[in-house]
Structure formats: structure tokens, C-alpha cells
């Protein structure tokens, strides 16, 4: 099959969405397909194609609400209408490369596929005509892919009539790189290199103020446990996002005297090797995120055999039950969509958890054997490629 792929980001840029979609290509590509990806122009990106994946490129930002800028709309209109594929999957809503083909869709005669990642927006008043018309929009997709079984995303296509076109491919870690558990002589040697005492606990986002830094950092300093480390993992760029206020937090916890045993260290998040050394190598992996829609945080930390303790953000309660892996924290609804954890329940499901190592034990076993059978980047891969050419074979 010749397969289109259009994603506001991909690599070499980092994130979420880029890893999905760049795991799904890779591995298309591997079993033999031929696969594009449209994205955003970058300025260190300087090839064309990446582990066999064709990179196409247009120098485009936005989204048709907040307006979208640069000089290639016409162009990227026209090579979607152009450019002839057998399926074109559009990767989350709310950004130009989805919006623009909303736009074209009717002229575009591939299979058209629609993973809409939750709409984050879709309380937004700024968004409501937006949404007032994206159910007309679905209707003309060929299939509605969801991350979750219990989200907005696919509770609104339900409640307008969509859910014969909808079905669930979840998210998930890739085997290549949490196949094999560590070893406690490696967690000792991982933990030697880096400098991390006692109970470890570890979180993994960017510093955007919406991951739940603030909350965890405050619930670790109320812990009883110690000697204890908290590694908040991300991009470090001063006075970017909240990156200064968990400095802030981190100076006040290893300075102070009250937090004697106690230490927070953020940690550059931008080499991948060490990343999944130190998730392998914690304890508890713990994600207070105010919103999400399938967070890849979480399967990679219980592929990785390592029990998680999260807000109800997104589907973080149906990954609990998926792979039995982790523990939900009390979360409060906010207006505006998001969730804020009962600092209280925060504090005595992260001790819980401290302070019982068998259980420990148990629910990262737990986590990983699930993780294997059923949320490995090569197992979803495949269920996407069965997807995509049932559609073509019905013609």
C-alpha cells in the first residue's frame, strides 16, 4: 500500500504524537509499504527520509481557529488532492495538517483514516464552531480510530450517530527497547550513575504546566518515606513554561532542612537512552497530569515493570485496568476539561506504594506481562496495517 501519514510534528522534533506516528511508519515501511509522512517544515531537519519513511515538508503553523500562517497552504492542499494514496490517516485534530484536509477532503480519493487524540478543545468556547461541524467532518471519514474506549473524543462521536465507524487502538511501548527488565545489579549501577537515593520515583513530560510537576513535587515533599528522589524528566529551558517554578521547588526541597533525606533533580529528557535507563531503574513512576488523551508515559512505564500512580487524566484509569499496572488517584473536573489530584489521596497512594515493595513487585510484573501481549508498537502496528487494508480491499 502507499500510505499518507499528516502529523503537525515528526521526528527529528520530540514528543508523543511523533513517536506514535513515527513507530507506526518505521514499522509499515519494514513490512513492506510505502509510506509518506506530511509535517512541519523544521530547520534542523535536513533529509528527506528517515528509516525508509519519505518526509514531506511545508512551511505551515496553526490551526483554523487561532489562524494559520505560512506560505504553503495552497501547496499542501494540492498535494493531497495531487498525490494518489490508498489510505491517508490524519493524526490528531486541532492543527493545520488535519484542518487543511478537512478542508480538501471531499477531492481526496484515498481511504481516509481519523485519529482525532482526544480533542483537547472541545470545551473551548473559542472551539465551538469548530466542533459544531466536525460531526459532518467524521461522517465522511472511512474509519474513526480512538486511543481510548472512555474519552471526549469518542463519546462525541457516539453522541452523534459515529460509533459504527468507531473502534480502539490504544497506545504503547516499543519492544525493541523495554523487551528485556533490568536487572537489580543494573537498577544499582543506573541509579550510582545518576546519583539517585532510596525510594525513586520518576515523572516524564515537558515543562508546559499542564503535566502535574507542581502537584507531584508537593506530594513528594509530604512523603514519609526518605530517604526518597523525585526526577522530573523534560526539556530543561529556563524561563520556559513552569521550567523555573519547579526549580524553584526542587532548590527549596534539597536546601531546605525540613526535606533532610529528600532530593529533586530535572533531568534533560532529550537523550532517549537515558531515559529508559532511569524509568527502568525507579521505583514508582508518578504522572499528576491535568490533561491527556492516552498518554505514552504510562505504557512505557509499565513496559518497563515499573507500577505508576496517576490523575484521572484522559484514559489514565482505563490503562490502569488494561494492564493492571498502576493506581488512580482522586481527581477533581475543572471547567475548563482539565484535572487537578486530591493532594490528600496523592500523598497516601504514593505511600501506600512506598512503603510495600512486594506490591511493588506485583503490579510492575503485572504491567509488563500485559504490555507485552497487548501494547507493543509492533502488535499495534500490525492492527493499523489489517485496519488499513480491509478499507482498500472494500474498494
Known amino acids: 500500500m502507499k500510505i499518507l501519514h499528516t502529523v503537525e510534528f515528526y521526528y527529528p522534533s520530540i514528543g508523543g504524537t511523533q513517536e506514535v506516528i513515527r513507530h507506526l511508519s518505521e514499522r509499515m515501511v519494514k513490512a513492506g509499504h510505502e509510506v509518506y509522512v506530511a509535517t512541519t517544515k523544521l530547520p534542523e531537519r535536513d533529509f528527506t527520509e528517515w528509516n525508509g519513511v519519505h518526509i514531506v515538508e511545508f512551511d505551515l503553523k496553526g490551526n483554523s481557529v487561532n489562524g494559520i500562517k505560512g506560505p504553503d497552504v495552497q501547496k499542501y492542499k494540492d ?16 492543527q493545520w495538517a488535519t484542518d487543511l484536509f478537512l478542508d480538501v477532503m471531499d477531492d481526496v480519493k484515498a481511504k481516509k483514516v481519523f485519529v482525532p487524540c482526544g480533542f483537547s478543545a472541545l470545551y473551548d468556547p473559542d472551539y465551538e464552531k469548530y466542533f459544531a461541524k466536525m460531526p459532518e467532518k467524521l461522517a465522511k471519514y472511512d474509519q474513526l480510530v480512538f486511543l481510548a474506549n472512555d474519552y471526549r473524543d469518542i463519546n462525541f462521536a457516539r453522541e452523534h450517530g459515529l ?17 528485556k527488565l533490568a536487572t537489580e545489579e543494573e537498577k544499582q549501577f543506573i541509579r550510582a550513575r545518576y546519583g539517585l537515593g532510596g525510594l525513586v520515583i520518576t515523572t516524564i513530560g515537558n515543562h508546559t504546566n499542564e503535566k502535574g510537576h507542581h502537584e507531584l513535587m508537593r506530594a513528594f515533599k509530604m512523603l514519609p518515606a526518605t530517604p ?71 505504557f512505557e512505564a509499565v513496559a518497563a515493570g515499573v507500577p505508576f500512580v496517576a490523575s484521572a487524566a484522559g484514559n489514565d484509569r482505563e490503562i490502569a485496568a488494561w494492564t493492571g499496572g498502576g493506581v488512580i488517584v482522586q481527581s477533581h473536573n475543572m471547567p475548563n476539561g482539565r484535572v487537578k489530584v486530591s493532594a490528600k489521596d496523592a500523598v497516601r497512594q504514593l505511600t501506600k506504594l512506598a512503603y510495600n515493595k512486594t506490591k511493588r513487585k506485583a503490579m510492575g510484573r503485572a504491567g509488563h506481562e500485559a504490555w507485552r501481549k497487548s501494547y507493543t508498537w509492533d502488535k499495534l502496528t500490525r492492527d493499523y496495517i489489517d485496519l488499513y487494508e480491509t478499507l482498500v480491499k472494500k474498494g
Open 228 to 298: 526518597a528522589t523525585l526526577v522530573i524528566v523534560g526539556t530543561i529551558k529556563p524561563h520556559d513554561g513552569c521550567y523555573d517554578l519547579c526549580q524553584l521547588g526542587a532548590d527549596s526541597c534539597n536546601n531546605g532542612r525540613k526535606f533532610l533525606g529528600k532530593r529533586i533533580i530535572l533531568m534533560d529528557g532529550s537523550n532517549r537512552e537515558d531515559v529508559r535507563a532511569l524509568l527502568k531503574a525507579s521505583d514508582i513512576f508518578g504522572f499528576f497530569s491535568n490533561i491527556e488523551c492516552s498518554p505514552l508515559a504510562l
Open 79 to 94: 498535494f493531497l488532492i495531487k498525490e494518489r494514496f490508498d489510505v491517508t490517516m490524519n493524526y490528531a485534530a486541532q
Open 163 to 179: 460509533g459504527g465507524k468507531s473502534i480502539v487502538i490504544p497506545n504503547g511501548a516499543d519492544e525493541t527497547e523495554f523487551g
